[in-house]
């Protein structure tokens, strides 16, 4: 199992910008696919982004594209989620995670867009 910490979000008005970091404590991520997911209430977890353990590939998900970047350094056994032209529809509790595994999901961080 590996452990991450989300931190990062917060309130911020539509079209604002925050950057999301995820460190992996104890262990390393540099061999794993990572993604950022987010949960809005009443709907379900959905991937946002992944990445590649080289940072080479990325994917997004349509309702971001254009708007948000994921990126890494594995150096730092860390993820990023720079998220720009912020949107209200873009408020829940962000996670990341390595993608295609039952790893343990951490606290996430909320990011709250007001209009």
């Known amino acids: 199992q590996v452990q991450l910490v989300e931190s990062g979000g917060g309130l911020v008005q539509a079209g604002g910008s925050l950057r999301l970091s995820c460190v992996a404590s104890?262990?390393?991520?540099?061999?794993?696919?990572m993604g950022w997911f987010r949960q809005a209430p009443g709907k379900e977890r959905e991937c946002v982004a992944r990445?590649?353990?080289?940072?080479?590939?990325?994917y997004y998900a349509d309702s971001v594209k254009g708007r948000f970047t994921i990126s890494r350094d594995n150096a730092k056994n860390t993820v990023y989620l720079q998220m720009n032209s912020l949107k209200p529809e873009d408020t829940a509790v962000y996670y990341c995670?390595?993608?295609?595994?039952?790893?343990?999901w951490g606290q996430g961080t909320q990011v709250t867009v007001s209009s």
């Open positions: 990445i590649t353990w080289s940072g080479g590939s990325t």
């Open positions: 995670n390595v993608v295609g595994t039952d790893n343990k």
């Open positions: 104890r262990d390393t991520i540099s061999n794993y696919m």
